[in-house]
């Protein structure tokens, strides 16, 4: 049996957000992992008119990687500029900047010649594809049909319907096109997998609502558990000054920390007012937030920064390596996670795996993923979560859970291999 793993996005843009994490973790395990089990896999892009096999998805993006291979090709010339008047004036006029303008300008082509170089797919008869990634604006349907047609089956993985169920926490645009791209999904797949219980229901009503009686939106249905540890933690990293200086000494005095992008559904506004009624009330809880700007974000940015306490009790890092994540998990007083809509909540279980006490908004997926380990409240209120860190900050209570040495959650690795399973057993059940 062959499955085939679509990567498309990650393997362009590369990032470390929850769906690239997932993609590159499964795809650059799928193989080995597959092979142990039987099922023959490969990762696999579209390039604009047929998809191609790869061998991996790297951390960065095509474009940074070849950024990269440029720069050092650079350095390595640099020496001899000394020697060659003409690359002296070369270098003088702007040389680099001018390689990377023709470079940014002729990347399409460029792409294209090196992805002709790759082996193209050839679909059969019980071969499997599955649309891991969030491809959700590439015009590829027309040749997943024609693969449809020679007897392969497809599914895709879907990791939330936020941009349905909350629209007013997105771009209007990306409303749009994820719309269409459901529903084409859900037209021409055969199964959907879902990363929590959570989002088969929610996708369930969404199913339901739209085919009416069609049972072209009728698709079998499963789910798997994403891994738990920071795989680009290597152990060797270096961890800032500035971020080591936040975690001094007393440690009673270790901030309170949240990992998420700075996005509306993220609820930082809720956090922000939660910890402004703690400090009012003389509470000395720090609090650092960790994630990249995303849409939506300029209100709760310029709230941070003007901040009285910024710098002092409130902290705020956009970029974050994984190994400075991880040394947060280790040495946080908690880690607290407001969000309104989520498909899973990654942040969750990476904390626990650290074994750092969780606080999370009281939704569905949280619920799921961190079952009897985690402190909840209401997303909502920012009183509920106010008087949380008060006792925690001053009387050090926290409500009764389950000890953390208990937690157990799977790895990168045993996530691939629940994949791998519940693709198999998906495809083999139903029609093409």
């Given at each position: 049996?062959?499955?085939?793993?679509?990567?498309?996005?990650?393997?362009?843009?590369?990032?470390n957000?929850?769906i690239?994490?997932?993609?590159?973790?499964?795809?650059?395990?799928?193989?080995?992992?597959?092979?142990?089990?039987?099922?023959?896999?490969?990762?696999?892009?579209?390039?604009?008119?047929?998809?191609?096999?790869?061998?991996?998805v790297?951390?960065?993006?095509?474009?940074a990687?070849?950024?990269?291979?440029?720069?050092?090709?650079?350095?390595?010339?640099?020496?001899?500029?000394?020697?060659?008047?003409?690359?002296?004036?070369?270098?003088?006029s702007?040389?680099?900047?001018?390689?990377?303008?023709?470079?940014r300008?002729h990347?399409?082509?460029?792409?294209?010649?090196?992805?002709?170089?790759?082996?193209?797919?050839?679909?059969?008869?019980?071969?499997?594809?599955?649309?891991?990634?969030?491809?959700?604006?590439?015009?590829?349907?027309?040749?997943?049909?024609?693969?449809?047609?020679?007897?392969?089956?497809?599914?895709?993985?879907?990791y939330?319907?936020?941009?349905?169920?909350?629209?007013?926490?997105?771009?209007?645009?990306?409303?749009?096109?994820?719309?269409?791209?459901?529903d084409?999904?859900?037209?021409?797949?055969?199964?959907?997998?879902?990363?929590?219980?959570?989002v088969?229901?929610?996708?369930?009503?969404?199913?339901?609502?739209?085919?009416?009686g069609?049972?072209?939106?009728?698709?079998?249905?499963?789910?798997?558990?994403?891994?738990?540890?920071?795989?680009a933690?290597?152990?060797?990293?270096?961890?800032?000054?500035?971020?080591?200086?936040?975690?001094?000494?007393?440690?009673?005095?270790?901030?309170?920390?949240?990992?998420?992008?700075?996005?509306?559904?993220?609820?930082?506004?809720?956090?922000?007012?939660?910890?402004?009624?703690?400090?009012?009330?003389?509470?000395?809880?720090?609090?650092?937030?960790?994630?990249?700007?995303?849409?939506g974000?300029?209100?709760?940015?310029?709230?941070?920064?003007?901040?009285?306490l910024?710098?002092?009790?409130?902290?705020?890092?956009?970029?974050?390596?994984?190994?400075?994540?991880?040394?947060?998990?280790?040495?946080?007083?908690?880690?607290?996670?407001?969000?309104?809509?989520?498909?899973?909540?990654?942040?969750?279980?990476?904390?626990?795996?650290?074994?750092l006490?969780?606080?999370?908004?009281?939704?569905?997926?949280?619920?799921?993923?961190?079952?009897?380990?985690?402190?909840?409240?209401?997303?909502?209120s920012?009183?509920?979560?106010?008087?949380?860190?008060?006792?925690?900050?001053?009387?050090?209570?926290?409500?009764p859970?389950?000890?953390l040495?208990g937690?157990?959650?799977?790895?990168?690795?045993?996530?691939?291999?629940?994949?791998i399973?519940?693709?198999?057993?998906?495809?083999?059940?139903?029609?093409?």
């Open positions: 049996m062959r499955l085939f793993i679509d990567c498309t996005y990650t393997h362009s843009r590369g990032g957000d929850g690239q994490r997932t993609v590159r973790n499964i795809v650059n395990r799928a193989r080995a992992t597959g092979k142990a089990v039987g099922v023959a896999c490969q990762p696999v892009i579209w390039t604009g008119n047929k998809f191609v096999e790869i061998d991996q790297a951390f960065a993006g095509r474009w990687r070849l950024r990269n291979l440029v720069e050092r090709f650079l350095r390595t010339l640099k020496p001899w500029i000394v020697v060659f008047k003409p690359l002296r004036i070369l270098y003088r702007n040389f680099r900047k001018r390689v990377f303008r023709i470079l300008k990347e399409g082509a460029l792409r294209k010649l090196l992805l002709c170089l790759r082996n193209p797919v050839h679909f059969s008869q019980d071969d499997i594809l599955l649309l891991l990634d969030s491809t959700w604006d590439v015009p590829f349907w027309h040749a997943i049909r024609a693969a449809k047609l020679r007897g392969t089956r497809v599914g895709f993985v879907l939330d319907i936020i941009p349905l169920v909350a629209p007013e926490t997105c771009p209007q645009e990306h409303v749009a096109v994820f719309s269409r791209w459901l084409e999904a859900s037209r021409t797949c055969s199964f959907c997998i879902t990363i929590s219980q959570a088969a229901e929610d996708y369930k009503r969404f199913a339901a609502r739209k085919s009416a069609d049972a072209s939106h009728a698709a079998a249905f499963g789910s798997f558990r994403l891994g738990a540890e920071l795989d933690a290597t152990g060797q990293g270096k961890v800032r000054a500035s971020l080591q200086a936040m975690f001094a000494p007393p440690a009673r005095q270790r901030p309170y920390i949240t990992v998420a992008k700075i996005e509306p559904r993220k609820n930082h506004a809720c956090l922000l007012e939660a910890f402004d009624r703690a400090w009012a009330a003389s509470a000395s809880a720090k609090l650092c937030i960790i994630g990249k700007p995303g849409w974000s300029e209100a709760i940015l310029k709230r941070i920064r003007n901040h009285p910024n710098g002092t009790s409130l902290f705020m890092f956009n970029d974050l390596s994984d190994q400075e994540l991880s040394y947060c998990y280790e040495n946080a007083k908690a880690m607290i996670f407001p969000s309104t809509h989520e498909g899973f909540g990654l942040p969750i279980i990476e904390a626990l795996h650290h074994g006490p969780v606080f999370a908004s009281d939704i569905p997926a949280h619920r799921e993923v961190g079952g009897e380990y985690c402190v909840y409240f209401d997303p909502a920012a009183d509920s979560l106010a008087r949380l860190i008060l006792d925690n900050v001053n009387k050090g209570a926290f409500p859970v389950k000890p040495e937690f157990r959650w799977p790895d990168w690795e045993e996530s691939c291999r629940e994949l399973a519940i693709t198999r057993l998906l495809a083999e059940a139903g029609p093409c």
